[in-house]
């Protein structure tokens, strides 16, 4: 199995910009797809981003397509989240996702390990 950390959430300016990171360990060496989700406060746990294993696939929640970037690096076992252009919200926990399938799902069921999530907090 694999362990899955996040970091990188805080506090930013509406407009700015951050960037999370999800260490992986553990079962490394097999190929897995990896996600980001979010949940703010009393709402359901959203997708925001999945990319497979060798990059190539990505898939974005329509929300943030187009000033969201996910992207990993194999040889760190870490995935990116690169987030610009941030909107004022609710703070959020954003959770790193991954599973063996390797497929780029945006169901949370699609993915068998999770993080312990990172804070995002936009003021406005």
């Known amino acids: 199995q694999v362990q899955l950390v996040e970091s990188g959430g805080g506090l930013v300016q509406a407009g700015g910009s951050l960037r999370l990171s999800c260490a992986a360990s553990g079962r490394t060496s097999s190929s897995y797809a990896m996600a980001w989700f979010r949940q703010a406060s009393g709402k359901e746990r959203e997708f925001v981003a999945a990319i497979s294993w060798s990059g190539g696939r990505t898939y974005y929640a329509p929300y943030v397509k187009g000033r969201f970037t996910i992207s990993r690096d194999n040889a760190k076992t870490t995935v990116y989240l690169q987030m610009n252009s941030l909107k004022p919200e609710a703070p959020a926990v954003y959770y790193c996702?991954?599973?063996?399938?390797?497929?780029?799902?945006?169901?949370?069921?699609?993915?068998?390990?999770w993080g312990q999530g990172t804070q995002v907090t936009v003021s406005s």
């Open positions: 996702a991954a599973d063996y399938s390797d497929n780029v799902g945006v169901k949370q069921y699609e993915y068998s390990y």
